[in-house]
């Protein structure tokens, strides 16, 4: 696309003064931006090879402090440098921010020897080279939900986050004229995404006021997850740059629709997608029954992974469209794995269970993990279900909170072979911290409901 540059084309335009400055960043444990400004003639010149950062940037949590209990990095260790060495095929430029490109970085230890094992990039590329190893291209998409809100960040920050309003009136799913009064906003976010080689397909309403749905084409599963990134930071600047603000909390009021993230996954092979089979049940081949049959049994496991904080397992309600079950269904809302594109070459699986607030190359490993074990164990695929599926029984219902979620995680032999321990030990540190800081902090709930009365 466009937006895409090479390292030559990118020393062109430092020559020609129209880039000034490039962005070099690491994507974190929570699938933010983290990283220097260069100065372009600097970064083409030197730091196009390699740079380093403080060693915590993996091991913080959304505030950056710095939690005890983390193997790989503390203050016993002094928290030292990693490497952050520019993948060059990820250099694009910033069209919303002017003279400005951006790339990414594998972080790799201090001399640049052996990748870290808990960087989120790393932990794609894993499972992504496990299933190459068997064949496969994982190719996915990520579907970005978010809310637009009326005031801007730093309003809503002195305001203590209080009486937040939303910046439309109404459910707008699908509504172009309540959409359009959003434009303002969601105009610049598709067109500066796609300048920047985003391939952006579409924006919409979504089922709640002042909710977005942002939709990239599918890619490799790389690819995916850094663009789900990419646009995930442009969104947040473009909304600050207009006076607004953009939440993926999941759940920010509690008779709100949450916010999802849905990831739609296919495996291919010589360029040819490989679940499709014709004349099949569904068109669905053997190795998607099996690689959804272990997507189904091991989502337990992989939930930490699809939703990361307390506030993630509040938007798991009845009648809300999440999810409260982990069945399959075919082209039905109300099961944790939906079969889309019946009978077509583009058969594939979306999971349904991810909030707006997860990290992409977590989700997209975890789940391709999962799938790939099911087609390793050659497992059956139950029958689809139908129906309501938040009637349905409770023996595969999604964990109800963090702490159930990070006890699936911590016992997990499958993620654990598929990961490696100090992976798992690491992003279960991450899990527990969560709970922890949430369980010491009083909430406006609790005194309202017991001040008086209790």
């Keep these: 696309m466009s937006g895409n540059l090479s390292f030559e084309a990118l020393k062109a335009e430092v020559a020609g003064g129209t880039i000034d400055t490039v962005l070099v960043c690491l994507v974190d444990m929570q699938g933010r931006l983290m990283g220097k400004r260069f100065h372009a003639t600097h970064f083409v010149e030197k730091a196009h090879s390699e740079t380093h950062c403080c060693n915590y940037l993996l091991a913080t949590d959304l505030e950056m402090a710095t939690p005890d209990g983390y193997a790989a990095t503390s203050w016993r260790q002094g928290y030292g440098d990693y490497m952050m060495r520019p993948d060059l095929a990820t250099l694009r430029r910033v069209d919303w921010l ?106 919409k309403g979504e089922a709640e006021t002042g909710q977005q749905e942002l939709n990239i084409r599918y890619a490799d599963a790389l690819s995916c997850a850094d663009h789900h990134t990419i646009a995930k930071h442009a969104v947040k600047e473009i909304a600050w740059m207009l006076g607004r603000a953009a939440s993926f909390l999941p759940k920010w009021h509690h008779d709100k629709v949450g916010s999802a993230s849905h990831v739609h996954m296919s495996l291919w092979h010589d360029g040819k997608p490989l679940f499709f089979e014709q004349g099949a049940q569904h068109g669905m081949s053997m190795p998607m029954r099996q690689f959804l049959a272990g997507q189904i049994k091991y989502a337990g496991d992989c939930t930490v992974f699809l939703a990361p904080y307390v506030n993630s397992y509040k938007r798991f309600v009845k009648g809300s469209f999440a999810p409260t079950k982990t069945g399959w269904s075919v082209d039905n809302r109300t099961a944790g794995f939906r079969l889309c594109g019946e009978d077509t070459p583009a058969v594939r699986i979306e999971c349904r269970i991810g909030g707006s607030d997860l990290n992409p190359y977590l989700a997209e490993a975890a789940l391709l993990a999962a799938g790939l074990r099911g087609i390793e164990e050659g497992l059956d695929l139950g029958p689809a279900t139908k129906g309501d599926l938040y009637e349905a029984g409770d023996d595969d219902h999604i964990p109800r909170t963090l702490r159930h979620a990070t006890e699936a995680l911590r016992g997990s032999a499958m993620l ?21 800081e949430f369980d010491r902090v009083v909430t406006d709930w609790e005194i309202a409901r017991g001040f008086e009365r209790a």
């Excluded at 990748?115 to 496969?136: S, W």
């Excluded at 978010?146 to 439309?168: Q, T, V």
């Design 98 to 203: 002017e003279g400005t490109a951006l790339v990414l970085c594998d972080v790799l230890d201090h001399h640049g020897h052996t990748p870290v094992p808990h960087d989120p990039r790393t932990i794609l590329k894993t499972q992504i080279e496990r299933a190459e190893a068997m064949g496969f291209v994982p190719m996915m998409a990520t579907e970005l939900e978010f809310f637009l809100f009326a005031k801007s960040y730093d309003d809503i920050r002195k305001s203590g986050f209080r009486d937040l309003e939303p910046i439309s009136g109404y459910n707008e799913d699908y509504h172009i004229l309540q959409t359009t009064k959003e434009e303002p906003v969601m105009r610049p976010v598709r067109n500066h995404l796609v300048a920047s080689g985003i391939p952006v397909e579409n924006s």
């Design 416 to 436: 654990r072979t598929a990961m490696g321990d100090e992976v798992i030990d690491h992003y279960v540190r991450c899990a527990e911290w969560e709970q922890e």
